[in-house]
């Protein structure tokens, strides 16, 4: 399996897992002349009373030769597509999922946790093999 | 020349041209952990009495296959420098530089400029081959 399909399908997995229902694969948005490609779009009914509530999530693996070059694309992609969301799907939350080895490492270094705060990044922390979330950071 | 080095050299000699002295090629900042490349850093002298007026300049070619995907990785660049500056050089003003042909298309589409104005990216707008900076956007 090509290394993309390897960490897309772990995260998208373990959405199902935790009872999401995985809508979109991509969720497409066309806005303003651009088309931004999300990876995946999830929904997760609550209760029967209540609204759904509903991401969108961007898969990172984090398995470039630069750690810090992999973080510009994520942070990049991460506000452009929240921007996009905005305007067109307000009550969609994005969330950046990266594997957990990542998390444990470079995310820790504080120029990196100064920017998740600055920029208000929320993560989705993933295992890959096992296949499971194992942090929601909001 | 590498197609890299044709872009750099541009906005390096264009620079010049407008009296900059080039300091820094590139502008490393080591911050948090981590370290970033920035391409060019420079300085104007305005007059004797007053302080050098002081930039850094990311220089992008947007030659790649996506429009939208240099976009990403440029706005996610300029955002993580412009924070690792704003905590060690605070006085030093971060630009983008694009090519004169990208800027009038790719970069007037709404979102494009949508994304501009709430991110507030200040933009270099050069020519590549007469090596000119046609417009300064801050």
Chains 1, 2 share one sequence.
Do not use: C
Not at 23 to 43: C, K, M, S
Not at 62 to 67: D, E, K, R, T, Y
Not at 83 to 105: F, G
Not at 110 to 118: D, G, K, S
């Amino acid at each position: 399996m090509a290394a993309r399909d390897l960490f897309h399908n772990a995260v998208r997995n373990a959405l199902t897992k935790e009872q999401w229902l995985v809508t979109d694969d991509p969720l497409i948005i066309q806005l303003g002349g651009v088309d931004l490609r999300i990876d995946l779009g999830a929904e997760k009914l609550i209760a029967a009373e209540r609204e759904g509530e509903k991401i969108a999530v961007e898969i990172k693996s984090f398995v470039g030769p630069s750690a810090i070059a992999d973080f510009h694309v994520a942070l990049g992609q991460f506000l452009n597509y929240r921007l996009a969301l905005e305007i067109q799907e307000s009550d969609r939350i994005l969330h950046l999922a990266v594997p957990e080895e990542t998390y444990l490492t470079f995310f820790m270094l504080p120029f990196v946790q100064l920017a998740i705060q600055r920029y208000q990044l929320k993560l989705i922390v993933y295992e890959v093999t096992t296949e499971e979330i194992v942090l929601w950071i909001s």
